[in-house]
């Protein structure tokens, strides 16, 4: 017998009972499907069996990891189907990347249609009221690079190659066998919300999102977001380093200077490129650069300066954090603490009333947000725009036209800016940006503000939700987006950011992300920094910049 402790209730309970029937017992706890189990400080499997007295919670597809695990399991419930439905033409399907809630993903071999699609999603709602298990086995690894060589899964195979485990773990399906980074449901029952949808070259898996897991709303396309991401991933393709297997693959073998120089010309290439264009009208006065936490603002923010410079314009640069509110006037969220991601943080009429001043040749009194005190200061920072002249503005809400309600629309030119990774693990298993830039901030947090590893990730959801509300809204609104993930950083990020996410305790909430964490950044070889320029983006991250951040 074991005792488990589910909700302050302890109760015994024959030591082969299953997570899984656990969960049965006690459904009503959770809103939605209980997909994942945490004991301890561990999570499990539901069909894991309860091999000790224990503590127990359960967590529904509304919590992270739990979301997580539904989209894991709703991929290799696509995957089955199409081998399924398409048979020997398919040779193979590639998920390649997130669209809000939608993931998209492209064939070879089998020729997309609205019919063949039809009966895919078809045979996905078959397994589903089959609600089949996903079976887990752990085999040898080389055995497992064999397996993957047979299914033609060549991604897989590289990666597997550089793994130092002697074991793999492979889940199965009603016979068709895969490898996934992360968890998976017990059984294909849970897994009902899905609806696929042809997209350009390929197809998009519509899911629900975490807060309404239980409903399937219509793909909202974000064509500019889009064009970014498939130009991201020409750029790896161009590299020859598009997957984690084929980056390691390539540092193994010396090749690590060299991408490092090609990516940071490709990058500089691209900012060069928007300066031209920017200095094409001379109608544009302002500069607005805005996107997600972590995404190197600041340090594109110089580097477009730079670039401007060259053409014969003048910029300034202002950062929105400038125009914040006096701390006793900043608002508060719904838990009281200051909520310094809303727009109300900023000042916006003083904002107003220096931009327009500017604009009509008046000569501005930049202010200085002061983070130590809570309060602006000024200190003799005068500027005047001289014809020619732009401001070049960085902040998390310049994209909002609100912010900028008095300027004219033909006065600004909007620029978006995020980390969307060019790769991904193998041909099913993504990179989620938002991992990349959980890294990121980790890593530089604690270089220049000595912010503890389990701090970042306690504050990463509360981000989270600014990004959610106050910046992706408003993306496709930007008239050029710049992606700035380079495809060798998560390499060279490894290094800093191993030793914080070991420092985590087991007994702190964070522990079971850190240990995700140090999960995924194992699948890389790691980079040493010194090869990486000054002017890099990366090193507002990890140091060394010749710019100020």
């Not at 009429?349 to 005190?373: A, C, H, S």
């Amino acid at each position: 017998m074991v005792k488990v402790k589910i909700d302050g209730v302890a109760k015994e309970y024959d030591d082969n009972i299953t997570y899984k029937e656990l969960a049965e017992e006690h459904k009503d706890l959770c809103q939605y499907d209980i997909i994942l189990a945490r004991c301890g400080g561990k999570l499990m499997e539901l069909n894991k069996r309860v091999s000790q007295d224990c503590e127990v919670v359960f967590l529904d597809t509304s919590y992270d990891s739990g979301y997580k695990t539904y989209v894991r399991g709703i991929t290799l419930l696509m995957l089955k189907a199409f081998y399924d439905v398409a048979g020997e033409q398919l040779k193979n399907v590639f998920v390649k990347y997130a669209i809000g809630n939608s993931c998209y993903c492209e064939t070879e071999g089998a020729e997309l249609t609205r019919e063949l699609l039809a009966r895919i999603e078809e045979r996905m709602h078959f397994l589903v009221e089959k609600n089949l298990p996903f079976e887990k086995r752990s085999i040898d690894t080389e055995d497992a690079i064999s397996i993957f060589g047979d299914y033609g899964m060549y991604d897989k195979m590289e990666l597997l190659e550089f793994r130092r485990v002697s074991k793999v773990n492979v889940y199965t399906l009603d016979g068709f066998e895969d490898y996934y980074y992360g968890y998976m449901p017990p059984s294909t029952g849970i897994l009902k919300y899905f609806k696929l949808q042809l997209y350009d070259k390929g197809f998009v898996i519509n899911m629900p999102s975490r807060r309404t897991p239980d409903v399937v709303r219509e793909f909202k396309p974000s064509p500019k977001l889009f064009n970014t991401l498939q130009e991201a991933s020409r750029w790896g393709k161009m590299t020859g380093a598009d997957t984690v297997g084929a980056l390691n693959n390539m540092i193994a073998h010396g090749g690590a200077s060299g991408l490092i120089l090609v990516q940071e010309a490709l990058q500089e290439k691209k900012i060069a490129g928007i300066a031209e264009t920017i200095a094409a009208d001379n109608s544009k006065k302002f500069v607005m650069i805005a996107g997600p936490s972590s995404s190197g603002k600041t340090s594109f923010s110089y580097r477009l300066s730079i670039q401007l410079r060259t053409l014969g314009i003048k910029p300034y640069r202002i950062s929105l954090d400038d125009y914040f509110k006096n701390r006793e006037d900043t608002p508060k969220d719904e838990n009281g603490s200051y909520d310094f991601e809303c727009l109300e943080a900023v000042d916006i009429e003083l904002f107003n009333r220096d931009m327009t001043q500017l604009l009509n040749g008046g000569t501005v009194e930049l202010p200085e947000f002061n983070f130590i005190k809570g309060q602006r200061e000024y200190r003799g920072n005068f500027i005047k725009l001289e014809p020619g002249d732009l401001l070049v503005i960085e902040g998390i809400h310049g994209l909002n036209d609100r912010l900028s309600y008095s300027l004219p629309k033909e006065s600004k030119f909007k620029i978006y800016i995020s980390a969307l990774t060019q790769l991904n693990i193998d041909e099913h298993n993504r990179i989620a940006t938002t991992d990349g830039r959980l890294i990121r901030r980790m890593v530089r947090d604690a270089r220049t503000r000595g912010t503890p590893a389990a701090r970042t990730i306690a504050m990463w959801p509360s981000v989270r939700r600014g990004e959610d509300k106050y910046i992706f809204p408003f993306q496709e609104e930007a008239d050029v987006m710049f992606n700035s993930a380079l495809i060798y950083e998560l390499a060279v990020l490894k290094t800093y950011a191993e030793p914080l996410l070991f420092g985590i305790s087991k007994d702190v909430p964070e522990y079971i992300e850190a240990k995700r964490l140090l999960k995924f950044l194992d699948y890389f070889i790691g980079i040493n920094s010194e090869d990486i320029p000054k002017n890099s983006l990366l090193r507002e991250f990890v140091g060394g910049s010749i710019f100020k951040v």
